[in-house]
C-alpha cells in the first residue's frame, strides 16, 4: 500500500505537469490555420551559395522543416544541436523560404552581440539575393529606429534581427510567417507567446545549443515537434580535453601563452567575479590580476556579469578583432561570442560548474581549423569532481554529456529549470521516474483529446491544480 500510494503521488503532479505543457503548447492551436509557405518557393538556389553541404544531420533537420512549413498547422519545432552543428544554416534556409513565399521573417538573440554576429552573417548571404534585413536592438538610435519601424511596417524589410527589442509593441510586421528565437533556454514561455502575438498564428523554430537530455527535451518541450542535428560538419577536429589540479597550473599557462604566440587566442573562466571568504575558489578579478603581471607582453581582457552591458560588447567585440589575445570572464561568454581563432579554453574551479555548462564553455573553442585545447583545473579531489572530469575527457557529445549531468546531479539543477517555466516538483523525480512519465503523457494526451479546454466537470480538479502548480511562471490561457 504504501508504494502504491506513492506511486499514485508521483503519478499525479507527473499528470499535472504533462497536462499542463500539453495544453500551454497547444491550448487550441490544433484547431488554428498556419501561415503556409509555397512548395514552388525552392531554396536550391539559396543552398547552393552555401560553401560546404549540409550534413546527413541538418539535411534530416531541414527535410523536418520544410514539411512543416508547406502544411497548414502552424510550425512549433526545437531545433537542438550540440555547439558548430550548424543551427544557423537551416534557419537561414527558413527564412529564404519565408521570404520567397512572400512573407517576413524574425530572428531574436538573447544578447547584442549575438544579434549583431547573426547580422553580419546573413547580410552578406541574402544580400546578393536581393532580400533586405536590419537589425533592431535597445542602442538602435531613434531616428533610425523610426525609419526601420516604418520600413518593416511597410514590408520593405524582408528580415528582422534583433534581442528583446524586437518583442516591443510597436514593432509591427507587415507579413510576418516565421519567428525564430535562438539560444530559447534565455527566453521565457511568455516572450516566446509575445513574439508570436504579432502574426496570425505564425511558423516558430527554436533553437538550443544547450544540450538537453533527449528525455528530459520531450518533457520541457511538450509537444514542441523536437529536431536533432547530430552530426558535426567535416573537418571539424575533436577538442582535446584534460583535467588536472592545481599545481599543472603555470604549465597550463605557459602552454596557453605558447598557443598565443602562434597566433591563436584563449578564454579563461572563473565561478566568481571577485574574491569571497566564504566560497574558497578563484575570481575572475584576482586570475586577471594574476596573468597581467606574469604575462605583461599579452593583452589580457576582462568580462564579467557586473559590468554595463556596453562595456561587455566592447571587450568582447575587441576579442572578436583580436585587438586582445586571452579574454578571462565569468560565465557571460557560455553563450553568444564567435571566434574561430581562439584554441584554449582553460576553466578554473571546473567543479563548480555543471556537466552541460562545462560543455557549452567548451564549445568556444574549436571554431576553426586549428586544433583546440580545453583545460579542467580543479582544486577538488571528491569522486565526483573526478567523476565528471573524465566524463568531459572522454566524451564530446552535448547529449551524452547532459544525460551523464542529469543521473549525476538530478534534472532541476542542469538548468535552472525556473527559466525554462518547469514548476518544482515535490515527489516526482524527473530522471528516475521517467517510466512514471510516459504513463502520465499517454493518459494526459488522452484526457485533451476528450476535452481540450478542460471544460468538463471531472476536470475541474485537474484545471485547478494545474493553474496552482504553474503558478504566474506562465500565461496558462485557463
Known amino acids: 500500500p504504501v ?15 504533462q497536462t499542463g505543457l500539453f495544453y500551454m503548447k497547444h491550448g487550441a492551436s490544433d484547431v488554428k490555420k498556419g501561415v503556409r509557405f509555397a512548395k514552388e518557393a525552392d531554396v536550391e538556389p539559396f543552398l547552393s551559395s552555401f560553401p560546404f553541404q549540409l550534413t546527413a544531420g541538418q539535411a534530416r533537420c531541414w527535410h523536418e522543416i520544410e514539411r512543416d512549413l508547406e502544411s497548414a498547422r502552424p510550425m512549433n519545432r526545437l531545433i537542438q544541436g550540440d555547439v558548430g552543428s550548424g543551427k544557423t544554416a537551416i534557419a537561414q534556409l527558413a527564412m529564404y523560404k519565408a521570404v520567397k513565399s512572400g512573407y517576413q521573417a524574425a530572428m531574436m538573440a538573447p544578447t547584442e552581440l549575438l544579434a549583431k554576429q547573426h547580422y553580419a552573417n546573413l547580410k552578406k548571404s541574402f544580400d546578393s539575393f536581393g532580400i533586405r534585413t536590419a537589425l533592431l536592438s535597445s542602442s538602435t538610435k531613434t531616428a533610425e529606429r523610426r525609419l526601420l519601424l516604418e520600413a518593416l511596417a511597410s514590408g520593405e524589410i524582408n528580415i528582422l534581427l534583433g534581442t528583446h527589442a524586437i518583442l516591443q509593441p510597436d514593432v509591427v510586421f507587415a507579413r510576418p510567417g516565421l519567428f525564430i528565437t535562438d539560444e530559447q533556454h534565455r527566453f521565457g514561455v511568455n516572450q516566446r507567446e509575445v513574439l508570436q502575438a504579432k502574426g496570425e498564428n505564425p511558423n516558430v523554430l527554436v533553437m538550443t545549443a544547450t544540450p538537453i537530455p533527449r528525455t528530459l527535451a520531450v518533457i520541457l518541450y511538450g509537444d514542441l515537434d523536437i529536431s536533432v542535428i547530430d552530426t558535426l560538419p567535416a573537418g571539424r577536429k575533436p577538442i582535446r580535453t584534460f583535467l588536472r589540479d592545481q599545481n599543472a597550473r603555470p604549465k597550463i599557462y605557459d602552454f596557453v601563452e605558447a598557443q598565443i604566440r602562434q597566433g591563436r587566442q584563449a578564454y579563461v573562466v572563473a565561478p566568481l567575479i571577485e574574491e569571497s571568504e566564504s566560497i574558497d575558489c578563484r575570481s575572475a578579478q584576482e586570475i586577471y590580476e594574476e596573468l597581467r603581471a606574469r604575462y605583461p607582453r599579452l593583452r589580457i581582457g576582462l568580462v564579467h556579469g557586473a559590468m554595463k552591458q556596453q562595456e561587455k560588447d566592447a571587450v568582447m567585440e575587441a576579442f572578436q578583432r583580436r585587438d586582445l589575445d586571452m579574454l578571462v570572464s565569468t560565465v557571460v561568454i557560455e553563450v553568444g561570442i564567435d571566434v574561430s581563432n581562439a584554441t584554449v579554453m582553460v576553466i578554473e574551479n571546473c567543479e563548480r560548474f555543471g556537466l552541460a555548462q562545462l560543455h557549452q564553455l567548451r564549445g568556444r573553442v574549436g571554431r576553426g581549423r586549428w586544433q583546440s585545447y580545453c583545460f579542467l583545473i580543479t582544486q577538488s579531489q571528491s569522486e565526483l569532481a573526478q567523476k565528471r572530469g573524465e566524463i568531459m575527457q572522454s566524451s564530446s557529445d552535448g547529449f ?79
Do not use: C
Open 400 to 478: 551524452f554529456i547532459a544525460e551523464e549531468d542529469m543521473k549525476l546531479r538530478g534534472p532541476g539543477d542542469i538548468f535552472g529549470t525556473r527559466q525554462h517555466g518547469i514548476p518544482e516538483l515535490n515527489v516526482a523525480d524527473l530522471a528516475k521516474h521517467l517510466k512514471i512519465m510516459e504513463h502520465a503523457r499517454q493518459e494526459a494526451k488522452k484526457i485533451l483529446a476528450e476535452d481540450p479546454l478542460l471544460q468538463k466537470e471531472e476536470n475541474a480538479e485537474l484545471k485547478r491544480r494545474i493553474t496552482k502548480l504553474f503558478g504566474e511562471d506562465m500565461s496558462l490561457n485557463l
Open 3 to 17: 508504494l502504491e500510494s506513492r506511486y499514485r503521488l508521483i503519478f499525479e503532479e507527473l499528470l499535472i505537469l
